[in-house]
Each structure stands twice: as C-alpha cells, then as structure tokens.
C-alpha cells in the first residue's frame, strides 16, 4: 500500500510516482495483453441480446464460479483498466486506483483462457448494445457504476494520495458527474481558443458546449451511467443472488414496460431508470418518494437547478485534476491546466472571464430538463438543441 507523499514533494507529483506502484506496475505500466482480444476497442454498436450471449459464455467458464463482484470488475476493466491505459488514458489507471480490487490487477481481465475468442472480442469491442426501443447504451458505463457499488472506493489508497483528494463523490465522479464535468473542462479551453480569434455569440457558445457534449457525454454513455447506478446497489445488497446475464436480460427487455407495471416490479428496469438513477445517485438531487410503494419518484426540477450549477462546477475542478495528471504523464492532456490546485479562480468566475458563463447555465438547467422528462416519460432529449 502506498505511503503518504514526502513533504517537499508536490503533492500531483508524488501521488503519480505512487500511482503505478498502487497498482503493482513498477517499471512501466503499458501491458501486453496475452491472449487477448484483437478487435478495435469498443466501435460496435450490438443488440443487447448479442452481448448478453456473451456475458451467459462466461458465466457458463470458470469466470462463473469466481462470483459476481469478480465477473464485475472483469467487465468494467475490459473498457476501464490498467490494460485499457492506451485508449483511454489516466482516467482508466485512475478506476483501478480507486476501486477496491476483486482481481488481480497486474493480470489482464479476460483472455481466451476465461471466454472464446469470439465471445472475447465482442465483449471488448461493443462500445453501445442497443436495446429493444434501438436506445443505444454505453455498457461499459454501467458496469464502472456497479463495480463502483458493490466492489467499493479502495479509501486506503486515495487516502494515501493527496493530489486525489475529490470534492466530488467518488461514485459520481467515476460516472455522470464524471462526463459532464470533463465536458466543461474541454468547453473552456475550446472556448478560450474562439475567443482569441474573434467574437463569439450566445447561440456560437451552446453550439460549442453541444458539440463537447457529443464528443464527451453523449446520451449513450450518461444511459450506461444512469443503468450503472440504478443496478449497482441494487445486486450489492446481495451480491449472490443474482446472475448478471439473466437480470440485464430482464432490465433491457423491460424497457418498453407501462409506468405502473415498471412502479410495482421492485428491482430497476431500463423503462425505470431514471427513477432509480434519483434513488441511488450521489449526490443526492432534490426528489421525493424514493422510498414509496409502488416506486414512484418525483424529480424538484426548481431546485435542482438551483444547486445543479454547484456540483457540476466541483466536478469541473476535480476533472481538471484528472486533466493535470493527464498532462504530466503525458497521454493527450488539456491545453492548459492549473498547477496551483489550491488557489484556482473558481470554475464559474474562470467561465465568467471567458463570457461562458451562459452556456454552462444553460448545460445545467437543461441536464434538469433531461432527468424531468425522463423521470415523467421514461426518455429526454440529449444533448440537449442548441435554439436561438
């Protein structure tokens, strides 16, 4: 276990030597992965039915006799992981520092020695399932937030770690605070950029933050952090008694339920996720009747637009650590980042300099809008129109 920074130290630096120690990789942590899959990562867009086969092939090997909280974290490393470091960067070392192990991390999660080779390669390349409404759904989403719940935030480690130390709840930021928080981030050093060549209008501004939102948070990947969080401590509470093919067979079929079938099943349903997403989510939004039955939740659109422009502006600054570690290690950081993590400008003060102020306001009111629609009719528009 890693030791507390020397004090002459800086605090990123030293958390960044620990880093690959933590995770067991002194030496370099680029991995070969032998056996592995061969496919381009996560580009294919499959049915849910397809990918779930595949999940049923290793349950039916000897990943299915090592449990769930395993079989878990097997499926978030195969997108989020020391061995995913090339495509994903920092932010996939940063899931196994964080994550209380369940694997060996030194090891790869899944070779031909777990699954076929086909099944393998599926199971890695799916980027979206597409489920029976053709909703498309960032899977490996969803299993970041349920490794999250029932494996645990490895506290020991960040504790150990100065330089990540969160404001933002470690559930949040390893999921939708996370996405949107990165999304405003790459937005100010985007706009920074329009603004030294000229002039930028409010509608030039919504139509930048909505292409950041593309590019970083699209509805695919905020509906595998939403099914993430929904399901997560909902298979924690007893980890043994469900298998993880059969219950998101279930989940996804059930996205075309009727409100009062979906209010009265008891266990979350993609038709429902929204809901669940106001039950379990941290922090906590303003809602109501999270503990009815039937469940019925209610959405305080009002307020949450109050403290929403609160908490995506922490996760901001916390993304922006991410991005300093990105840069340091070298692997495509931002094009500008703070060193004195202290004393920054504040996020909506720095915005507010740029004269974007206005389209991060208007990102939070209508992430609100989002939820709304999606608490009262089961789906919202995402990201959401630019308009005049």
């Known amino acids: 276990m890693g030791t507390l920074p020397e004090p002459n130290k800086d605090p990123l630096g030293a958390a960044i030597e620990k880093l690959i120690s933590l995770l067991g990789q002194d030496g370099g942590f680029l991995l070969h992965w032998k056996d592995g899959p ?61 994550l209380n192990p369940r694997t060996n991390y030194a090891e790869p999660p899944l070779t031909v020695d777990h699954v076929g080779v086909d099944e393998l390669n599926r199971l890695y390349g799916t980027g979206n399932i597409l489920t029976v409404a053709q909703s498309k759904v960032g899977i490996s989403h969803a299993w970041g937030g349920i490794d999250v719940a029932i ?47 000229g002039a930028v209008t409010a509608l030039q501004r919504r139509v930048l933050m909505v292409e950041v939102l593309n590019e970083n948070c699209p509805k695919a990947d905020l509906l595998g952090d939403f099914d993430g969080i929904a399901i997560g401590p909902h298979w924690a509470r007893s980890p043994h008694a469900f298998t993880a093919s059969a219950f998101l067979q279930e989940y996804y079929d059930n ?43 209610t959405f305080d659109k009002v307020a949450a637009k109050q403290m929403m422009r609160g908490v995506v502006a922490s996760a901001v600054d916390d993304m922006l ?59 919202g528009v995402w990201p959401p129109v630019p308009g005049p």
């Open 38 to 98: 061969y496919v381009p990562f996560r580009k294919a867009n499959v049915s849910h039915d397809l990918y779930l086969d595949a999940i049923r092939a290793l349950e039916a090997g000897p990943v299915g006799l090592e449990g769930l909280p395993v079989l878990v974290q097997r499926m978030r490393r195969m997108a989020f992981s020391i061995f995913t470091y090339e495509h994903k960067g920092v932010g996939a070392l940063l899931f196994d520092l964080m």
């Open 151 to 197: 494996n645990g935030v490895n506290i020991a480690a960040l504790a150990a770690q100065t330089a990540f130390t969160f404001s933002t709840p470690t559930s949040a930021l390893a999921t939708w605070l996370g996405d949107l928080g990165n999304s405003v981030r790459v937005y100010e050093a985007r706009l920074a950029k329009l603004n030294a060549a």
């Open 255 to 297: 996205e075309s339920l009727t409100p009062g079938v979906a209010s009265q099943l008891g266990r979350p349903s993609a038709w429902y996720r929204f809901h669940y997403f106001l039950k379990y989510v941290e922090p906590r939004l303003p809602s109501g009747g999270l503990d009815s039955s039937p469940f019925v939740a």
């Open 321 to 379: 650590k991410v991005a300093r570690l990105k840069a340091t290690m070298g692997s495509g950081g931002p094009d500008f980042y703070f060193t004195d993590e202290l004393n920054r400008t504040p996020t909506e003060a720095r915005l507010a300099a740029l004269g974007g102020l206005d389209a991060f306001h208007w990102l939070c009111d209508e992430f609100c809008t989002f939820i709304d629609d999606g608490v009262r009719t089961g789906d």
